[in-house]
C-alpha cells in the first residue's frame, strides 16, 4: 500500500496546539500523552539510526517510531507479530464472528467510566457466549474465544462493540468429545441480545448500588437511584444489537480475518482525504446507505475530539481471550482439542522483521548506528533524511 499523502500527525501538527488552548482543560494526561506521541513519531524528535545496505553499501538515515497503540503508522509490526504468536493456537475448524454492540443511550456514561464499563462489556459478552454455548438446547459445549475492542463507528462518533472470534465447535461437558456446530450456524442471535442486555444491566445496576460509578456535567442527575432507574428501564425495553457474520474458513484463513480487526485504531492514515481551510474531509462506510463510500467533512477541532475520545484508559487490555483459550487453561484446553480433533499443533512461526530493504538495489539494510535526538537535531542537512523512512524501532 503506498504511502498517504495526508496523515493525523499532519494536523495536530498544524492544529494540536489550538485545539489545546480551547479544550485542554477537559483532556486527561493520557490525551495530552497520544497527541505528542504522533507527532513526533517518525521524527528527529524520537531518534534514529544510520543503515547500510549490506549489498550496495547505500546509507540511509531512519528515524524511530513512538509504538503508542492509538497512532496510526504504529500498528503493522506489532500486528504481524501478535498473529505470528496466534498461529499456534488455531484449530481446524471453521471459525464464526459475533459482535455485541452496546446501546447509543450508554455512550455518555461509557465515556466517563472508560475503564470500569470497556471491562464489563468484554465480561458480558464473553459470559453471554459461554453461557449460550453451554445450554445442551444450543451447542451444550464448553467454547473459547478471542475478543476485541473497537469503540468507533466509520464516522469517528462512540461506538463501542467487542468482537468476538470463536471456533465452530466446542469441548463437551466432560471433556470426552469435541462437539463441533452446525456448518452454517453457531448459536441463535435473539437469544444471545436476551441474555447479553440482561447480564450487562444487572451489573451496571451493582456498580451504581457499589457506589463506582462516575457522573458529571448533564449525567449528574443519573446519579439519583429513580432516575437510574429508569434509564435501565428503557435500555431494557429495547433489543441490543447482537450480529453473527457468516463463518468463515479454517485455520488458513484466520489469521487473515483476524489482521482486520486487531491492532486497528479509530481511523487510518489511508482514509483521510483533505485538511484545509480548518477542515478535515475523510471517507467512510455508511452502512445505513448499503455501506456506500462516502467523504465526511468536519472541523478541525470536532475531528480531533472525535478522534480522542478513542483514547483508552492505560494499561486498558484490547485483545482478551476467554473461555477455553483463557489464559489460565490455555495450554491444555487446545491439547486436549487437537487430541478429540485427532490433528497435530501447526508449526510455530517465525517472528516478523521490519527488515528495511535498500531502495536501491533491495539488499537488506542493516543498523551500523544509532543516532540520538539531539544528534539529528542539531546535525548537518546531510544527515537528516528530507522524507521519514517507515520504521519500526
Known amino acids: ?18 485545539f489545546l ?23 528527529a524528535a524520537l531518534g534514529g539510526h544510520r543503515d547500510r545496505c549490506s549489498a550496495c553499501g547505500h546509507q540511509a538515515i531512519s528515524y524511530n517510531s513512538c509504538r503508542n497503540r492509538h497512532c496510526p503508522k504504529c500498528q503493522g509490526n506489532a500486528r504481524a507479530r501478535w498473529l505470528a504468536a496466534r498461529s499456534a493456537e488455531l484449530l481446524p475448524v471453521s471459525y464464526f464472528h459475533i459482535v455485541f454492540t452496546l446501546p447509543h443511550e450508554l455512550s455518555a456514561l461509557v465515556l466517563q467510566n472508560k475503564r470500569l464499563l470497556y471491562d464489563l462489556l468484554f465480561r458480558t459478552s464473553a459470559a453471554t457466549l459461554l453461557e449460550v454455548a453451554r445450554d445442551p438446547k444450543h451447542l451444550g459445549a464448553d467454547i473459547g474465544m478471542l475478543s476485541v475492542l473497537h469503540t468507533w463507528g466509520q464516522n ?26 452446525a456448518s452454517r450456524f453457531f448459536l441463535p442471535v435473539r437469544v444471545l441480545s436476551r441474555v447479553f442486555r440482561g447480564k450487562f444491566t444487572t451489573e451496571l445496576k451493582q456498580l451504581l448500588l457499589q457506589g463506582k460509578l462516575h457522573f458529571h456535567g448533564s449525567l449528574q442527575e443519573l446519579a439519583a437511584p429513580e432516575r437510574f432507574q ?43 482525504v483533505s485538511f484545509n481551510d480548518d477542515q478535515v ?16 467533512t ?92 517507515l520504521d519500526s524501532s
Open 21 to 43: 488552548d480551547r479544550h485542554g482543560s477537559h483532556l486527561a494526561p493520557q490525551h495530552r500523552k497520544v497527541m505528542d506521541a504522533i507527532v513526533r513519531c517518525r521524527t
Open 230 to 272: 429508569r434509564l435501565l428501564r428503557q435500555l431494557f425495553s429495547k433489543d441490543w444489537v447482537v450480529y453473527a457474520k457468516p463463518p468463515f474458513g479454517g485455520a488458513d484463513h484466520v489469521l487473515n480475518y483476524l489482521a482486520r480487526y486487531t491492532h486497528r485504531v479509530a481511523i487510518s492514515n489511508h482514509r483521510l
Open 1 to 18: 500500500m503506498s504511502r498517504p499523502t495526508l496523515e493525523v500527525a499532519d494536523i495536530l501538527h498544524a492544529s494540536g496546539s489550538s
Open 298 to 389: 468536519v472541523s478541525t477541532g470536532e475531528f480531533l475530539r472525535r478522534f480522542l475520545i478513542h483514547v483508552l484508559p492505560k494499561g486498558l487490555v484490547r485483545i482478551r481471550h476467554f473461555g477455553l483459550f483463557a489464559n489460565r487453561n490455555r495450554s491444555a484446553s487446545l491439547l486436549r482439542c487437537r487430541l478429540l480433533l485427532k490433528v497435530a499443533a501447526p508449526p510455530p512461526q517465525p517472528a516478523p522483521t521490519a527488515q528495511i530493504k535498500c531502495p536501491l538495489c533491495s539488499g537488506d539494510m542493516l543498523v551500523v548506528e544509532r543516532i540520538t535526538s539531539r544528534q539529528l537535531l542539531s546535525a548537518p542537512t546531510d544527515i537528516s533524511p528530507s522524507r521519514p523512512r
Open 281 to 296: 474531509s475523510f471517507r467512510w462506510k455508511d452502512y445505513a446507505a448499503g455501506s456506500k463510500q462516502k467523504v465526511m
Open 156 to 181: 469517528l462518533q462512540h461506538h463501542p462493540h467487542v468482537h468476538c472470534v470463536v471456533p465452530g465447535g466446542g469441548l463437551a461437558r466432560d471433556g470426552s468429545s469435541w462437539v463441533p456446530a
